[in-house]
């Protein structure tokens, strides 16, 4: 036999045995992709009556993404089953915002579980050297938990963070509630040289709250505390939303300080960001946001509460002198309208989310 028909008839069998260990091991070689994962619901709806709210412990331990994961975790172990519906998260530090949103969705989805409403914000600072998240979650218990509903509180502004609790404890007495009734309080500093004064003030007002304190931006230009807070109702109110202005507190006609809701369901948004300054940009903001609601049963004029995440005081000027070609004037929503450090992206202006009633 020649060299040649040697060379050939080996190659031959080579490409034989090469072609049966292929087939042996297709299944081996099939490329594996992971499915895409889904954006956080624009809005959610949730029955009032069933909702529970839970803050996630500070932790320094690893970078931004370790300390997602172990809040996500926190909260979900301590809901006990509820299903979480909404997340507000502050962020501190020079981490990607973005990744707040995936890694919800990669832990809702690991788990089969629904995805909630998201808003993310970057603040300044945060109560823990290292801690650069905080979770803030709404949820819907499996036993009706506010038979009466509940009670939102309007951010009370003050230099001195004592004087925010001072009044925030004016607006629980006029709600009718007691300390034990509050829920979850948040209060934003411009400076964290007070969180002592700060802690002190709703230990002693609050004994049994959970409170989250958020630095708002790196560099506070001037003295600022702003502390809300959400509560059980004692009575239910006469009508599905009440809003109260009681005597002791700021009377202002462009928001209320109290929202009292005992409508069967509400609806929850996450963020809706602005990109640009113009007005138009803004109303662009707002229509979005009543797009998110309106196909779960709600329209502006059912809104309760709005949190606005202004970056700069001139946008801040004209979010404020647009709001109200949406919101209801003759009934304005409890909210809390603070500057903050940034959102997940680098061309938003601004941010709002809003809470309305669905009868």
């Known amino acids: 036999m020649s060299r040649f028909l040697i060379v050939l008839l080996a190659l031959l069998l080579a490409s034989g045995a090469l072609a049966q260990k292929k087939k042996k091991g297709d299944e081996d070689e099939i490329t594996q992709t992971l499915p895409q994962l889904q954006d956080p619901p624009p809005a959610v709806a949730a029955e009032t009556s069933r909702l529970v709210f839970h803050l996630s412990p500070l932790t320094s331990k690893g970078l931004m993404s370790p300390q997602i994961r172990e809040a996500l975790n926190t909260l979900l172990h301590e809901n006990h089953g509820a299903s979480i519906v909404k997340l507000r998260a502050f962020v501190a530090g020079s981490g990607d915002l973005r990744r707040v949103q995936t890694l919800v969705s990669e832990t809702f989805t690991d788990k089969k579980l629904n995805l909630p409403a998201l808003s993310t914000i970057q603040a300044g600072a945060l109560p823990l050297n290292g801690a650069q998240v905080v979770l803030e979650s709404i949820a819907v218990d499996k036993k009706i ?74 560099l506070g230009l001037e003295p600022l ?89 001139p946008i801040a000027g004209q979010v404020r002198a647009l709001r109200f070609h949406y919101f209801d004037h003759a009934h304005p929503p409890a909210s809390t309208f603070l500057l903050f450090e940034g959102l997940p992206s680098l061309d938003a202006t601004v941010a709002m989310e809003v809470m309305a009633a669905v009868h």
């Open 225 to 313: 505390a702003e502390c809300e807070a959400v509560g059980r109702l004692e009575s239910a109110p006469q009508t599905a939303v009440e809003f109260l202005n009681p005597p002791g507190l700021t009377q202002n006609p462009n928001y209320s300080q109290i929202a009292l809701v005992n409508s069967p369901k509400m609806v929850l948004t996450g963020t809706q960001m602005v990109f640009g300054s113009r007005d138009d940009d803004i109303r662009l903001g707002f229509d979005r946001l009543q797009k998110d609601i309106e196909p779960l049963g709600a329209t502006y004029k059912d809104v309760f509460w709005s949190s606005i995440y202004p970056l700069t005081i």
């Open 145 to 218: 938990v506010n038979p009466n509903g509940l009670a939102f509180f309007s951010g009370q502004q003050s230099k001195d963070v004592r004087q925010s609790v001072k009044q925030l404890q004016t607006a629980v007495r006029a709600a009718g509630l007691r300390p034990s009734d509050i829920l979850r309080a948040t209060c934003f500093l411009s400076s964290l040289d007070d969180l002592g004064k700060g802690r002190e003030a709703m230990a002693a007002a609050f004994p049994d709250v959970l409170v989250n304190f958020v630095q708002l931006q790196r």
